[in-house]
Structure formats: structure tokens, C-alpha cells
């Protein structure tokens, strides 16, 4: 028996051979602290401090798992700041402890614990900041999950019968089992979407990386049973990685991933790297960018742009590449130096580049007759490309070619 104190209201229901049982009850609109009591009629347990609204799950490796309090060498631009102005009772952490599974589970381990200056450093600054801006606009309790795990692979956090549709060739023992193990026991659970943070552990096959994570999302989708909940994620930020595959190639995978994936979003960070840090310090930017999406395309806030501008064809005139964008362009004044051109050769060359509204003109005295172009098509690039309100562009290239120069 379950009675639920925001209507009265109680609800009855028999446990099956296990001793396992399950229901759900109605809830109001937003808002708390509530209680809930569960009673078998001998004996009555009571959850208190109990608040309805909208719970997100932040999944991923390192970067979405980094604390707010920074980790080793790896700071948080703002945190001490973020930290001092965290008291939100409105904000709520579940921290899902680290298991992996060879069979999926019902059950993981963790506590939900209100935002303070005791919790917040400890929980994963992409996700605090996310959560925080968006209870903040909407203005109702928002409950965040942390279920991540640092150098883990997407194969990891895909169900089996997704990851079948594969062949991988290593880690064939972990496939899967961060899902088993941390995902599964969340099925059902009506959570109102989820924010991602994967993908350098992924950049040696980013060729597969789009349909992988494409069939991660359905299978996601699909075993919770709640429809297509909104799936935001983070394109990896640049970092200078040595003798390694060019991992704009990766981030290429999820841009195109973007455009496949019903109700997603990626946030661009291509301004938010660290060239010698694998966990860039800018975690504000990637939580809000993710913020900027769930508020636009989930919550319908309306006034705010949440994804950058993106290519969308190039026309050759002689000596020089006209690239249009889908929106106005701007560099706030800066030189643009991110762009490359190759002729029939192949070989790309640093380019001029010039803004005229939602076009790019761009020209290399190396290159009299191009072909192809590139933007920020190299591992560390610092983004120069963007709309006028601030947010990137992702790197792109105009042909097919092997990226194999440019790391």
C-alpha cells in the first residue's frame, strides 16, 4: 500500500512470487516536499522530502563524470564561484555508483541528496551546470542522475540487442555492461530526457561511431518505454592528441548523428577545448549549451538560440569557395584562420577567409583551382566560427577524402 501526500490519495498492489512488486501513482504539478509512505500492513516506511518535476540523466565518460571541484590537474573555470551559490533545495543529485554487469540488473546503489556546498562539488559539472540554468528558467524541481564512467567506449553504454547489429572487434567482455549495469535498473523510470558526454574513447573508430550511437539511442528509447524523450549531447571539445587518428573525424560521426537522432541536439565546443587537457576547464559552457537545447526544444522557451551555424553547400568560382551557412556569421571582429582549401592534389593549405552575412569566402594563394574545403578540421582548433549570439559552428569538411593529415 503507497499513499502519497500531495492528494491523499492511496494505492494498492500484490507482490509477485519474488516478493517484487510495482505501481504507479498520479502526481500534481511541480513542486514540494512531499511524502510518501509504504506500508505492507505490519510495518510503514516513509520517503520524505520528496519533490515532483523533472528528472534528467547525465550519462557519459570523463567529461561528463569530472566534479564540479575539478579532478588531479583538470580545474573547472568558475567553480568556486558556482559552488558558493549552489544552496538550490530545488536541485536534486543521484550519483549511480560504478558496476558493470554481465546481465542486466534491476537494482544499483546511490542516495538522492539536495544541491549544497557539501553536494555540488562532488557531482559532475556538466551536469550541475545544465541543471542549474534549466531550474532556474522553468522554475520547478529539477532532479539530475549522474550515471557516467571516465575512458569508457559507447559500446559500453549500448543494450545488446543494439550493439548485435555490430561486429567489435575488442572489449567484447565489457560491451554492454554499463548499460546492464547502470542504465537498465533506470528503465521505466519516467525521466524527462537525458545529456551525453561521450565519445574520445571512440576515436579510433569513428566511422562506426554515428550508426552506434544512432542505435544507442533507439535501444535506449525502446527498453524505457516512454516514448522519444529528448537526447542532448556534447560534440567532443578539441584537444591536442599526438600520433592518433584525426579526432575531427569523431566529431564529424556526431554532427552527422545530430541529423539522424529524432528529438537531439548536439552543443558545439569547439570554442571550449584545452590543448594540453583532455578535460577542457570550460564545463559552464558545455552544460548551458546543453541547457540552451532542453529549454528551447523541450521546455519552448522562446527568444534563445541553442545550436550554431551549420554548412550547408559550397559553389566554386574559379580561384575561390563561396560556403554557405544556415544562419548570419559572425568572428567578433577576429581574423578567421581555421579554414583550409585543397585543388585536385588533395593537399589542403591554410586559407583566407571573409564573412559576407550567411556566406564564407574563402581563397589561398596555394591553391588556384580548389575543390574542397575544410573548417577547423584538425584535433586542437580554437573555433573562430560563429552566430551572433555566441554559438559555434562545428568543424566540416566538404569532401569524402582519408583525414589523414591535419592532427
Avoid at 139 to 166: C, H, Y
Avoid at 180 to 205: A, C, T
Avoid at 330 to 356: C, M, N, R
Avoid at 368 to 377: D, M, Q, S, V
Wanted: charged letters at 25%; hydrophobic letters at 35%.
Amino acid at each position: 500500500m503507497v499513499t502519497t501526500s500531495w492528494n491523499g490519495s492511496t494505492y494498492t498492489t500484490k507482490t509477485d512470487k519474488e516478493g517484487s512488486w510495482k505501481l504507479k501513482v498520479k502526481t500534481k504539478n511541480a513542486g514540494g516536499p512531499y511524502q510518501v509512505d509504504i506500508s505492507n500492513g505490519d510495518e510503514t516506511v516513509s520517503l520524505e522530502n520528496v519533490m515532483i518535476g523533472e528528472v534528467w540523466v547525465c550519462s557519459g565518460q570523463s567529461n561528463m563524470e569530472r566534479p564540479l571541484k575539478g579532478a588531479g590537474n583538470d580545474p573547472v573555470i568558475g567553480a568556486n564561484e558556482a559552488i558558493l551559490r549552489s544552496e538550490n533545495p530545488n536541485i536534486r543529485f543521484f550519483k549511480v555508483k560504478n558496476e558493470k554487469s554481465s546481465e542486466p540488473k534491476i537494482d544499483f546503489s546511490g542516495e538522492w541528496e539536495s544541491c549544497s556546498r557539501a553536494t555540488a562539488p562532488d557531482f559532475s559539472a556538466t551536469g550541475y551546470f545544465f541543471g542549474n540554468l534549466v531550474q532556474d528558467i522553468i522554475d520547478v524541481p529539477v532532479g539530475l542522475i549522474a550515471s557516467d564512467w571516465g575512458a569508457t567506449r559507447i559500446q559500453f553504454w549500448m543494450d545488446e540487442g543494439s550493439l548485435n547489429k555490430f561486429d567489435p572487434e575488442d572489449h567484447k567482455n565489457s560491451a554492454a555492461t554499463l548499460f546492464n549495469g547502470m542504465i537498465h535498473p533506470m528503465l521505466g523510470f519516467n525521466i524527462r530526457g537525458v545529456v551525453w558526454y561521450q565519445g574520445e574513447s571512440n576515436r579510433y573508430n569513428p566511422g562506426i561511431y554515428k550508426d552506434m550511437m544512432v542505435e544507442m539511442v533507439k535501444g535506449w528509447r525502446a527498453k524505457w518505454g516512454i516514448g522519444e524523450f529528448p537526447f542532448y549531447y556534447c560534440q567532443i571539445a578539441p584537444y591536442k592528441y599526438t600520433n592518433e587518428v584525426n579526432t575531427a573525424l569523431l566529431r564529424e560521426a556526431q554532427l552527422m548523428a545530430s541529423k539522424e537522432i529524432p528529438n537531439s541536439g548536439m552543443a558545439c565546443l569547439l570554442d571550449a577545448g584545452d590543448e594540453n587537457f583532455i578535460h577542457p576547464s570550460k564545463k559552464r559552457i558545455a552544460g548551458e549549451r546543453l541547457a540552451y537545447l532542453a529549454l528551447k526544444n523541450t521546455y519552448g522557451v522562446s527568444g534563445i538560440h541553442a545550436e550554431g551555424p551549420q554548412f550547408v553547400e559550397m559553389k566554386i568560382d574559379s580561384s575561390s569557395v563561396e560556403l554557405t551557412f544556415d544562419k548570419k556569421l559572425t568572428s567578433f571582429g577576429k581574423e578567421l584562420k581555421l579554414f583550409e582549401l585543397a585543388g585536385e592534389d588533395k593537399k589542403f593549405y591554410p586559407a583566407q577567409a571573409v564573412i559576407h552575412r550567411n556566406t564564407v569566402i574563402v581563397t589561398s594563394e596555394d591553391v588556384l583551382k580548389p575543390i574542397a574545403a575544410r573548417y577547423g578540421f584538425k584535433n586542437f582548433v580554437d573555433g573562430d566560427l560563429f552566430d551572433r549570439y555566441g554559438i559555434p559552428a562545428s568543424s566540416f569538411r566538404t569532401d569524402n577524402w582519408e583525414a589523414d593529415t591535419g592532427l
